[in-house]
């Protein structure tokens, strides 16, 4: 698995009648108003789900379905789209490989080989000209960071101008399953929201059950998942503790860190990007890396890029250089 500089540095090999099928390089009015659709209904579910909840209650099936739901799709982002597609943290046999795109798909944060080219170009450019949800980008001063928080953390996606995917995930715009996968992320997508209504339907044996399935394990999930990611690239890159040397801004959150799998101890990622660990330190949560261990005792996952204590050590800062 090719690594995050040596994938963007190769010259586009894919024809443009592939990338055709996975969306091209500026968004349409349709596209952005689906995307809209995406972000608005679940943020209202979960604006509404603390007065449901304190005035009729909710059921343990429904919690475990959004439990189960979420960390299924949390784990495919982050081990998936991020450790494994983007910065090739590890490499998996073919029926992993093709699990966790499809895991990943079923958090509905946009089609596979789309969102690996916009997490390399964020390497790349990362809180600098050119990165795609930088902070950072409207300046310093108080207004502008505000300004450059929501801009990370929810506009930059409605930016008409795509990311390159040829340019930035030649590798997965080649891999013929992997293109299907995320051409078909709106299949992927009705799946993930419909199977907790199955679910909660079958297992209540009533149109209730799946309604209430529905919205707390797809609606109210789909929503707590995307602000949890989308922090990362704003609350991360805006505030936490910097121990490790990085070109950026990157930061530790710990508050995110059991939400966001271990992604939110975003210092060293940015520091290491290739790092199949995140959380190094001593009671840094990382589930993300003791999964991929999983995988790798069950012969699944091979050649993880484990951070060796000497490499840890060598990108520390000096104790007086880390700031809050």
Same mark, same amino acid.
């Given at each position: ?154 506009? $930059?996606?409605? %930016?008409?101008?795509?990311? !390159? *995917? #040829? ?9 013929? /399953? ?121 012969? $699944?996952?091979? %050649?993880?890029?484990?951070? !060796? *204590? #000497? ?9 007086? /250089?880390?700031?809050?």
């Amino acid at each position: 698995m090719p690594t995050t500089s040596d994938v963007i540095d190769k010259a586009p090999g894919a024809a443009a009648s592939v990338s055709a099928t996975l969306g091209g390089e500026k968004k349409g009015s349709v596209e952005q108003g689906a995307l809209l659709a995406f972000i608005v209904v679940p943020f209202l579910a979960l604006a509404a789900a603390v007065p449901l909840a304190w005035g009729w209650g909710v059921s343990w099936l429904d919690l475990g379905l959004m439990a189960f739901m979420y960390f299924l799709g949390l784990h495919g982002v982050t081990i998936g789209f991020h450790r494994y597609f983007t910065h090739g943290s590890f490499k998996a046999k073919r029926p992993l490989r093709i699990a966790l795109a499809i895991m990943g798909s079923m958090a509905v944060e946009g089609p596979v080989v789309r969102w690996v080219a916009d997490h390399r170009k964020h390497h790349r450019f990362s809180d600098a000209e050119g990165d795609p949800h930088s902070p950072w980008k409207y300046g310093e001063s108080v207004p502008a960071l505000m300004k450059g928080l929501w801009w990370a953390h929810i506009a $930059w996606m409605f %930016d008409e101008e795509q990311t !390159s *995917q #040829e340019k930035y995930a030649p590798d997965l715009v080649k891999d013929p /399953a992997i293109r299907v996968i995320s051409r078909q992320f709106l299949g992927w997508t009705i799946f993930s929201l419909a199977l907790p209504a199955v679910i909660g339907g079958l297992a209540t044996w009533s149109w209730q059950g799946a309604v209430t399935a529905f919205f707390w394990a797809s609606l109210v999930r789909v929503a707590l998942l995307h602000h949890v990611t989308w922090s990362i690239n704003s609350i991360c890159h805006a505030v936490g503790k910097r121990p490790f040397k990085s070109r950026d801004r990157s930061g530790n959150v710990w508050w995110l860190a059991i939400l966001s799998g271990g992604e939110s101890w975003h210092n060293l990622h940015h520091s290491d990007p290739t790092s199949a660990r995140h959380g190094v330190l001593r009671g840094q949560l990382d589930s993300s890396a003791r999964i991929i261990r999983v995988f790798e005792k069950l012969g $699944w996952a091979y %050649d993880v890029r484990w951070p !060796s *204590q #000497e490499r840890v050590e060598a990108r520390r800062k000096e104790p007086a /250089a880390e700031t809050a």
